[in-house]
């Protein structure tokens, strides 16, 4: 692993239906990040970590939620996915806040029907 | 509000011209700034940061220009390839608080046009 690695790749849910995301890093970032894409409204912050143990809301947190059991592992679940939830999720890793740019995952496309 | 914005939603280049993406930012408190490019399926990926008390920076046919004035980030890509068509992001990092503090724009398509 180099990077970010974002599981699955793509997926289609049913409404309704619980998914875990999961994004693993393998360069012992302090912060994590979860975003979602979608046309027109470019990233926007669902949750956010800024070390293992602690986490946070972002922007659009609501039908979400994560944990940071360690440095490496920040999965996001979706108790029950709606299709609004249909979107490109992108996990990212920065050193730490404040501190350099980010690292993106490939993404994980979700299409909830 | 607060925001950073791009100018131009889609720029169509000729191959072998010079590339400028704009970008408008307001929050005066902002340190540090980094654009990313963006290729279809794939997450962004870091092209240059530029700290606020430089005006001015150079990578690989890349360049990245600051004006605090009028708060407006451009990036200049030389001699622009098909490898170059991408959707291009610029962030702004507001320092302090405790969200990472990154702030995206939207992003801005470049097309080129062989």
């Known amino acids: 692993i180099a990077g970010i690695t974002q599981a699955p790749t793509s997926q289609i849910l049913a409404a309704g239906r619980r998914m875990t995301l999961r994004c693993t890093q393998d360069?012992?970032?302090?912060?994590m990040y979860w975003y979602r894409q979608d046309l027109g409204l470019g990233l926007r912050l669902i949750h956010y970590?800024?070390?293992?143990?602690?986490?946070g809301k972002g922007e659009v947190p609501d039908g979400y939620s994560v944990s940071r059991a360690n440095t490496d592992d920040f999965p996001l679940t979706l108790a029950s996915a709606v299709p609004s939830q249909t979107s490109v999720y992108f996990c990212?890793?920065?050193?730490?806040?404040?501190?350099?740019?980010?690292?993106f995952g490939s993404g994980t496309r979700l299409t909830v029907v | 509000g607060e925001s950073v914005g791009l100018h131009l939603p889609t720029l169509s280049v000729q191959e072998g011209d010079n590339s400028i993406i704009n970008c408008a930012y307001s929050?005066?408190?902002?340190?540090?700034f980094i654009w990313y490019k963006q290729e279809s399926g794939k997450g962004p990926q870091f092209i240059i940061d530029?700290?606020?008390?430089?005006d001015k920076r150079q990578g690989q046919r890349v360049t990245v220009l600051l004006n605090k004035t009028v708060k407006h980030l451009s990036l200049q890509i030389a001699a622009t390839q098909p490898g170059d068509s991408a959707v291009y992001f610029c962030?702004?990092?507001?320092?302090?608080?405790?969200?990472?503090?990154?702030?995206f724009g939207k992003g801005t398509k470049l097309s080129v046009k062989p």
């Open positions: 990212a890793s920065s050193a730490g806040t404040g501190k350099g740019g980010y690292t």
């Open positions: 360069m012992r970032h302090n912060a």
């Open positions: 970590s800024n070390t293992a143990g602690t986490t």
């Open positions: 929050n005066s408190a902002s340190d540090y």
């Open positions: 530029i700290r606020s008390n430089m």
């Open positions: 962030a702004e990092r507001r320092y302090g608080g405790s969200q990472g503090n990154l702030i």
